[in-house]
């Protein structure tokens, strides 16, 4: 659970309605597919009939070497960080940017992550600070914060439906 890996007091102290979305796991030949689609569709469903405000998750980095993954780590925290105020924070710190003033290159940094995250980031999420390395999934994983009111009209209709007034 993402409450074992990272601090969301202040998350909970905002009040607002928080959902965790756990991992999903699709067989290859389903991934990209009608699958997906539907899970996103129920998902959707959830967030409107239970009015929720933040959707948060973990999204996993694949390895456990964070200086193999420095520039993925460096532009999340340089670009989607989450406000401070609503701020997740690392059990066990993974430094996402331990050269501040380095220069990364965004475009690789943004093609090599994962899929489930380029899509959350499109939809406008933000992340925790620091990675947290999880030694069981062999990965290093971010805390994924999406604030529901920002989803987008196009992803609405893809993934689900127009929000209620």
Known sequence: ATEEEFDLSRLRASGRRLMEVGRVCLLPEHRGSLAMHRLWQGLAALVEARRIDILIGLASLPGERPEAMREMLACLRRDRLAPETMRPLSRRPVPMDPEPDAPIDRRAAILAMPPLLKAYLRLG????????????FRCIDVCVVLEAEGIGERERAIHGGARPA
């Open 125 to 136: 999420a933000r992340v925790g600070e620091g990675g947290y390395h999880d030694p069981d």
